[in-house]
């Protein structure tokens, strides 16, 4: 069973931040799901949404500002390429693409890390954002995908055939035994989000789930 931290710890610490990050390492997680967006200035960041937030209440669209302008009011926003060497290659990482985010910048950052020793292996990618996930697939087949789905296994797996990939991240809402134990058979590596509860995990893993995603792998650090 795979331990993922979502957006590093969660539940532990701010999430998408560095401090988020090294408590996922701390508690052993086995991967460390993070998002990323683009700025106006193409700088890749890890934020999950739109709007960045600050203690007076005001709110930038990120599409809008330069990354300066945004670190200026969250001072613990970190870009794509600091995450990713803050983890440093103990832990795949799950790059979750949020729709809006540009392709050229994402791309440009990947290719970085590839010229400083990053492997294919080293990450993944995921983004419900279907063509965007296409493209990526052709610039980089070696990179492991997986198809984030909300509710369909049927279209999950029909994505999953376009990319090659057999990896699945299903909302755990929808999900329920017989669907769990039908994807497993057909050789599909199912993980699901986001739940914090060992003991429903520990239900589905009988009938074949691959893995988590959980804000607070410390409860699963004894597994």
Not at 72 to 101: C, Q, W, Y
């Amino acid at each position: 069973m795979k331990i993922i931290g979502h957006r590093g710890a969660r539940g532990l610490a701010p999430e998408n931040t560095l401090a988020s990050f090294a408590k996922a390492l701390e508690y052993g997680v086995d991967e460390i799901e993070l998002d990323v967006r683009t700025t106006k200035d193409h700088t890749v960041i890890v934020h999950h949404d739109r709007r960045v937030s600050d203690h007076t209440g005001a709110m930038l669209n990120i599409s809008k500002h330069n990354y300066a302008e945004l670190l200026a009011h969250k001072p613990d926003l970190v870009t794509f390429d600091e995450a990713m060497r803050s983890i440093n290659r103990i832990v795949p990482v799950i790059v979750d693409i949020k729709p809006g985010a540009a392709a050229k910048p994402l791309v440009k950052a990947i290719d970085q890390l590839m010229a400083d020793g990053w492997k294919a292996d080293d990450m993944s990618f995921q983004s419900l954002n279907h063509p965007l996930l296409l493209a990526l697939h052709k610039t980089y087949p070696n990179i492991p995908k997986i198809i984030v789905e909300r509710w369909s296994s049927i279209r999950a797996v029909r994505r999953a055939k376009q990319v090659s990939t057999n990896r699945l991240n299903m909302r755990s809402w929808w999900l329920w035994a017989p669907v769990i134990k039908g994807l497993s058979s057909r050789n599909y590596a199912l993980i699901t989000y986001t739940v914090n509860d060992p003991a429903k995990i520990k239900r589905w893993e009988k009938y074949g789930l691959y893995g988590v995603v959980t804000d607070c792998p410390d409860r699963f650090s004894g597994r």
